[in-house]
């Protein structure tokens, strides 16, 4: 395989919510086998960029200052950096139940500002000197759990809370640092307007405040965007021209498929009950209508013309005789990327599916599958310049 090199200050990671681990002892496990082993295939000689994922367990575990000093010199000793943590999980995340559980608590909770403000004080500590540092959370809440407006406004006062600390952190460490919401199909903001219109808000409860630009951005992930029959173009640039940062990339791909009845008696395969698994379908007037999960929209007759499913698969999965996946919107943000590479630093593969994926999907093992989805997206970065 050929290497990591990146251009213009990119920086590449696999997220490791892929590997199971939720007590430090188990990250700390899953990353000294699996991430090094995929290392050793990728990028054996030069630095290599780390994508954490920390539920809260870990992230106490790791913030005890001895355990914390043991990572970094692991760190060092292994030619190896940490630029983001996923700060969207807060509890169990795999081997369980997670659905709609992935979103407690939200940003109406203290727990969900502690535990974020925690993620920050780490990614603070680790990220190397000159290297930015981010943090992706959840999109406020799930759409179901806000009953009123006042949850809103506590969202949001959560949110100024969390900038107002990330703001202090890099003004004491003098590290740049930024979170970023990721709009989902079902959060409270899913699609660009949405995020555009919430953003906005932000906004007018403090006006003039510079640290929201500086310091809360969009974790900007390609299946999901895709999942809402979104343009790269029009998406970013709807977020680019409300002067919202785009805190990270999230590389991935979902189901794109006509709801034949083949193509449904095939998603049979991919319900299963650890994750939610939303489906937006499109009628033929171009409306748009969304199912929760995709057990719900399998049990119902359609007259949709497409289905696109919140299923992550990998990057490198081959188009079927039923579905394609939605990599070419991942090419259409590249090709921004391209054009103004100054965009966003922080790309990050996240196909966190890999044990429920059907077996079809499933003939590699996860340091192979991962191996692969590297190869897959440096040769998309190389054939733009955007990687040597």
């Given at each position: 395989m050929r290497r990591v090199k990146l251009n213009h200050g990119l920086h590449l990671a696999y997220c490791t919510n892929i590997h199971r681990g939720e007590d430090w002892t188990q990250v700390f496990d899953s990353l000294r086998t699996h991430t090094l082993a995929v290392r050793r295939k990728v990028c054996p000689t030069q630095a290599y960029a780390i994508g954490l994922r920390l539920g809260d367990q870990a992230a106490r575990e790791?913030?005890?200052p001895a355990v914390l000093a043991g990572f970094r010199q692991w760190l060092a000793d292994e030619n190896c950096y940490v630029f983001t943590i996923n700060g969207f999980p807060f509890g169990?995340?795999?081997?369980?139940?997670?659905?709609?559980?992935?979103?407690?608590?939200?940003?109406?909770?203290?727990?969900?500002?502690?535990?974020?403000?925690?993620?920050?004080d780490l990614i603070a500590a680790l990220v190397p000197e000159g290297v930015e540092g981010s943090v992706s959370t959840l999109p406020g809440s799930f759409k179901e759990f806000i009953k009123d407006k006042s949850q809103e406004r506590v969202i949001r006062d959560n949110l100024w809370r969390c900038v107002e600390h990330v703001a202090a952190l890099s003004d004491r460490t003098g590290k740049r640092l930024h979170l970023g919401v990721e709009p989902e199909p079902l959060g409270w903001f899913e699609t660009s307007a949405e995020t555009v219109e919430f953003f906005d808000q932000m906004a007018k409860d403090r006006p003039g405040d510079d640290r929201l630009q500086e310091h809360l951005g969009v974790n900007y992930d390609t299946c999901h965007l895709a999942v809402e029959y979104e343009e790269p173009h029009e998406a970013i640039g709807a977020l680019v021209a409300a002067g919202i940062r785009i805190s990270k990339l999230h590389l991935s791909a979902a189901l794109q498929l006509k709801p034949t009845a083949l193509a449904r008696e095939r998603l049979a395969d991919f319900t299963e009950d650890v994750?939610?698994?939303?489906?937006?379908?499109?009628?033929p007037g171009g409306e748009l209508r969304r199912h929760r999960d995709l057990d719900v929209a399998l049990a119902k007759e359609t007259d949709a013309e497409e289905w696109r499913v919140h299923f992550h698969i990998p990057l490198h999965a081959p188009d079927s005789s039923w579905f394609c996946s939605t990599c070419d919107h991942i090419g259409g943000v590249l090709d921004l990327l391209k054009a103004d590479p100054a965009l966003c630093t922080h790309l990050e593969m996240e196909t966190y599916t890999w044990e429920v994926l059907p077996e079809d999907l499933k003939k590699r093992d996860v340091v192979d599958q991962l191996?692969?989805?590297?190869?897959?997206?440096?040769?998309?970065?190389r054939a733009r310049g955007l990687a040597a």
């Amino acid at each position: 395989m050929r290497r990591v090199k990146l251009n213009h200050g990119l920086h590449l990671a696999y997220c490791t919510n892929i590997h199971r681990g939720e007590d430090w002892t188990q990250v700390f496990d899953s990353l000294r086998t699996h991430t090094l082993a995929v290392r050793r295939k990728v990028c054996p000689t030069q630095a290599y960029a780390i994508g954490l994922r920390l539920g809260d367990q870990a992230a106490r575990e790791l913030s005890q200052p001895a355990v914390l000093a043991g990572f970094r010199q692991w760190l060092a000793d292994e030619n190896c950096y940490v630029f983001t943590i996923n700060g969207f999980p807060f509890g169990n995340f795999h081997g369980t139940r997670v659905k709609e559980q992935v979103y407690v608590p939200d940003w109406t909770t203290p727990e969900r500002l502690e535990y974020t403000c925690r993620l920050f004080d780490l990614i603070a500590a680790l990220v190397p000197e000159g290297v930015e540092g981010s943090v992706s959370t959840l999109p406020g809440s799930f759409k179901e759990f806000i009953k009123d407006k006042s949850q809103e406004r506590v969202i949001r006062d959560n949110l100024w809370r969390c900038v107002e600390h990330v703001a202090a952190l890099s003004d004491r460490t003098g590290k740049r640092l930024h979170l970023g919401v990721e709009p989902e199909p079902l959060g409270w903001f899913e699609t660009s307007a949405e995020t555009v219109e919430f953003f906005d808000q932000m906004a007018k409860d403090r006006p003039g405040d510079d640290r929201l630009q500086e310091h809360l951005g969009v974790n900007y992930d390609t299946c999901h965007l895709a999942v809402e029959y979104e343009e790269p173009h029009e998406a970013i640039g709807a977020l680019v021209a409300a002067g919202i940062r785009i805190s990270k990339l999230h590389l991935s791909a979902a189901l794109q498929l006509k709801p034949t009845a083949l193509a449904r008696e095939r998603l049979a395969d991919f319900t299963e009950d650890v994750y939610l698994h939303q489906v937006v379908e499109r009628l033929p007037g171009g409306e748009l209508r969304r199912h929760r999960d995709l057990d719900v929209a399998l049990a119902k007759e359609t007259d949709a013309e497409e289905w696109r499913v919140h299923f992550h698969i990998p990057l490198h999965a081959p188009d079927s005789s039923w579905f394609c996946s939605t990599c070419d919107h991942i090419g259409g943000v590249l090709d921004l990327l391209k054009a103004d590479p100054a965009l966003c630093t922080h790309l990050e593969m996240e196909t966190y599916t890999w044990e429920v994926l059907p077996e079809d999907l499933k003939k590699r093992d996860v340091v192979d599958q991962l191996s692969g989805e590297y190869e897959w997206t440096l040769d998309e970065l190389r054939a733009r310049g955007l990687a040597a």
